[in-house]
């Protein structure tokens, strides 16, 4: 089931875990290829273009571009056409992301602008982004609420949501949870193209400042070509859960865990490492029991057969210390030892400690967002938060007339880096500012 079983004490390990390391997403030259062909197009003929790839690729006739947007009554009346208990459970999940989000964003990261300070800095919102929901495989209106909650603490003043539709319309459920989280307006637009008319604007598709959220390999890759024409949240690859347990682990809860993960996706990552072999043995019995439950069995299935691994180790210490080289999306800690490995250094976009502490919470309802860095990217990236929204800026108001010595020293010294640097210009214009 597992596509590959390691153990520390024996010959070789090393070398078949620095494999495991190397599994990567590789740059497909065709798909670069492709949508860079795509953003071109769309580029230089707008609408035209975005019209002629959704029909090619969605399997759709358009009679014209309002055929992609949803009026506001269409978002609102969508609450209305999806579960009573799921409409309610999304409408609690957001207020928790927006307490959470709140309550960090208050505390510790408002800045406001003080025109009596010479030197400061101050932040303002983006004004406009495109979140991004995926919507080929399934549904994912958990994602429209995780990107769109802390957006709107930033004070951002647009946000526009895209979500490809093969052969028919975005979900009512994706549309309600549009509607519980104040978007602004709905496309149904997917692919590389909706990326493109979002960054560079077109007839009718608004110019956006920041992109945000999840895609295919065709979406990522429109991410990483387009960044530096607009902002980007993170290059996002398949979801991964790593869990470290041991003898007083629960086998259960952690094979169902597994199994959760690799639900997402056929390219979905879950690792335990644990330093009990029984652990490890029970949770290879439970999977094979339980995996034909489940309406995503032969995802599951495929997904760990190509990136499920078993590593036993000898201690907690070791498998911490694998798990930094893996660096995965989400970490669960279930040792007896677990507050004591957090003290460590931990690499990962979310840590979970304990066994209530469970992943499909953090994916849902906890506050925090399930938009996360993949692929070894938590070394450097963090999840998205009120941050990736503000736009900051530093502020300079000096007066060499509140204490002209400290602004004559400030000129004296500047004037030297410059005159190192051969730049006579800035020399001078220091020069005529002394007092």
Known sequence: MFSIYLDSKNKGFKTKLDKLLKYEDELNLKVIKNVSKILSDVKKYGDKAVIKYSEEFDRRT????????????????????????????????????????SEFYIKS?????????????????????????????????????????????????????????????????????ASIAGVDEVYSLGGAQALAAFAYGTETFPQVQKIIGPGNKYVTEAKRQLFGIVGIDLIAGPSELLIVGDETSNSTTIALDLMAQAEHDELASSILISSDIGLIEDVKEIIKKEIKNFSRKNIIRKALSTRGALIKVKSSKEALEIANKIV????????????????????????????????????????????????KTARFSSPLSVEDFLVKSSFVNLKSSRKKSTYNELIDKALILAEAEGLSAHAKSLIKRRK
């Not at 992609?68 to 609102?76: D, Q, V």
């Not at 979310?350 to 925090?368: H, K, M, Q, T």
């Open 328 to 375: 995965p999306e989400h970490i669960h800690l279930v040792t007896k030892d677990a507050l004591e490995l957090v003290r460590e250094t931990i690499k990962a976009g979310i840590i979970l400690v304990g066994e209530d502490s469970a992943n499909g919470l953090s994916d849902y309802v906890l506050g925090p967002s399930h938009v996360l860095p993949t692929g």
């Open 109 to 177: 990261q408002r800045v406001n602008l003080n025109l009596n300070e010479e030197i400061s800095r101050f932040q303002k919102p983006i004004e406009e982004i495109l979140i991004y929901v995926p919507g080929g495989k399934a549904s994912y209106p958990s994602t429209v609420l995780m990107a769109t909650g802390p957006a709107k603490v930033a004070g951002v003043k647009k946000i526009y949501l895209t979500s490809p539709s093969i052969e028919g319309n975005v979900s009512h459920i994706t549309l309600a949870a």
């Open 62 to 101: 358009f009679k014209s571009v309002c055929d992609f947007s949803y009026t506001k009554n269409e978002i609102r009346q969508s609450t209305k056409k999806i579960n009573k208990k799921v409409l309610k459970a999304m409408e609690f999940s957001y207020e928790r992301i927006l307490d959470f989000h």
